[in-house]
């Protein structure tokens, strides 16, 4: 088994097909299909079933291919240490909209400064989706708050989040000296979309204490869903961060709930087969020593 036959392999399995992965590889598809066949051997298993003219990965295909796209990056890591002099470097960070908002602008002036050289990207998501892009390679490391369910992730935590839950100021509740959650019973609710850590963690509690709220307004962007609770179209929860500006303007109130507390750990998350490059390095410095 060499790093041809993991190319291989990885490229039928991106691209759904023996005869593509030939043509974009530049290789005959005997050769792409010998290939296969002797990994198959190899490990002694089907990696791959062929339905109505398609091929479909198997069980144990699916596990080699998480396997084998970490191996072909961390072999790319290595070609490119042994190969540069001073070239430029990369590095792709995924991050959630809180940290994307709040955080990522001063960790990324601090890496300028140590890694100059590197060329730094950033996407911002929800935190399913960064999950997703490091679990596929997209991005080198993760910055997310909320919890993560992949158990091939290393989540290191660098700092705490406090979730808080907001209304206009003229919301009947903005002048409640203190707030229970019997209060907060079917009152119209301004939500992220799936997948993003406020929902998966917040909603998660009400469920758990028979809190039901009316689901009126639902958004993937931040500054809709501050202006919606400005316009008093109901409450919505926040990250204490994402809304410091207009706490201070009071045109949105910060609830006083009563006996609860919900934080939240921000984590570093990587992939336990990554090549943990300088780069890498340099940024869980930074994180672990100023956030």
């Known amino acids: 088994m060499t790093i041809r036959h993991l190319k291989i392999f990885t490229a039928v399995a991106d691209y759904g097909g023996m005869s593509k992965a030939a043509k974009m590889l530049h290789i005959s598809q005997p050769s792409i299909s010998q290939a ?3 990994l198959e051997k190899h490990y ?4 791959f079933e062929r339905l109505s003219q398609k091929i479909y990965l198997t069980k ?13 990056d961390s072999f790319d890591h290595m070609e490119a240490a042994m190969n540069r002099a001073v070239e430029t470097t990369s590095l792709r960070i995924g991050c959630s909209v809180s940290v994307g908002t709040c955080l990522i602008n001063d960790i990324l002036d601090q890496a300028e400064k140590r890694i100059p050289e590197c060329m730094i990207s950033v996407n ?10 490091i679990l596929n390679n997209e991005v080198d490391l993760g910055i997310v708050e909320g919890i993560l369910k992949s158990k091939d992730l290393v989540l290191t935590p660098v700092c705490k989040d406090e979730m808080v839950v907001v209304c206009g100021r003229e919301h009947w509740l903005a002048k409640e000296r203190g707030v229970t959650l019997e209060m907060l019973q079917g009152e119209s609710y301004i939500s992220r979309e799936s997948g993003s850590a406020e929902r998966n963690q917040i909603e998660k509690m009400f469920e758990d204490r028979g809190v039901q709220l009316r689901r009126t307004f639902c958004s993937t962007n931040t500054e809709a869903i501050k202006n919606a609770v400005i316009r008093g179209r109901g409450i919505a929860i926040f990250s204490r961060r994402m809304i410091e500006k207009e706490a201070e303007d009071r045109s949105i109130v910060i609830l006083p709930l009563k006996e609860i507390s919900v934080t939240r750990n921000i984590h570093l998350a990587i992939h ?12 869980q410095e930074i994180l672990l020593s100023s956030c």
């Open 44 to 47: 002694g298993v089907k990696l």
């Open 124 to 133: 911002v998501s929800n935190s399913s989706e960064i999950e997703r892009q």
């Open 36 to 38: 296969v066949s002797e």
């Open 272 to 283: 336990k087969n990554k090549y943990l490059s300088e780069e890498i390095k340099v940024l």
């Open 60 to 72: 144990e295909g699916e596990l080699m291919l998480s396997f084998s796209r970490h191996i072909l």
